[in-house]
Every structure is written in C-alpha cells, then in structure tokens.
C-alpha cells in the first residue's frame, strides 16, 4: 500500500510564502514524475507543477516565477515552495506521484490534499 501524505499548508496573507512538502511511504520500488495539482472551489483540479527523477521541473503559467518545486529521491519527497501568494492562489493542494510498488504496475496515487489559504 502507497501513501503520499502533504504538510505545510494553511493561511497566509497576500504576498506571503508557504512550502509544502509531501512524502510517499509504502513498497516503493521507483517513482517516476512527482507533482503537485490545485483545485479551487467551484474549479477543475489543474497542474501546478511537476519534476521528473532528474529534476526537470515544468509549471503552470500562473505560478512561474513565484514557485520552486524540488524533490529528495533518496527520501522520496517532493516539495513546493510558493511565493508572493496572491488570493487566486486558494485551493486543496493534492500531491500526485506515479509509482511502482512490489505488487503493482506503475500506477498514479494521489494525496488527500492540504488546504491552502491566501487572504488579508
């Protein structure tokens, strides 16, 4: 059994900084793309961001510049570090991993989200 469970979220004011972390526990045998989706009150759940296993990282228009995804391999970890928040910027954050365990093929798992807040 996969687990991918995120931290870090909350509120914070516009203009502020918020990391959110996510760790992927389980019989892991590999992890390939990591990344971190959003999902807004009345929205569709887009991309924020994503890293590959070397560290390619691809972003949302809306956060370029503001964001920084990384990712530990050895920890199986992946954070997102977000800047200069601006009240758009609300929504459930959801962690996605696609991963290969001992009993499963390569299948994509999904946090169950971390709410973040941007207001005055």
């Known amino acids: 059994q996969v687990q991918l469970v995120e931290s870090g979220g909350g509120l914070v004011q516009p203009g502020g900084s918020l990391r959110l972390s996510c760790a992927a526990s389980?019989?892991?045998?590999?992890?390939?793309?990591m990344g971190w989706y959003r999902q807004a009150p009345g929205k569709e759940r887009e991309l924020v961001a994503s890293?590959?296993?070397?560290?390619?990282?691809n972003y949302a228009d809306s956060v370029k510049g503001r964001c920084t995804i990384s990712r530990d391999n050895a920890k199986n970890t992946v954070s997102l570090q977000m800047n200069s928040l601006k009240p758009e910027d609300t929504a459930v954050y959801y962690c996605?991993?696609?991963?290969?365990?001992?009993?499963?093929?390569?299948?994509?798992?999904w946090g169950a989200g971390t709410l973040v807040t941007v207001s005055s």
């Open positions: 389980g019989s892991i045998l590999s992890i390939r793309a």
């Open positions: 890293i590959t296993t070397v560290g390619v990282a």
């Open positions: 996605n991993a696609d991963i290969l365990t001992r009993l499963t093929r390569w299948t994509e798992y």
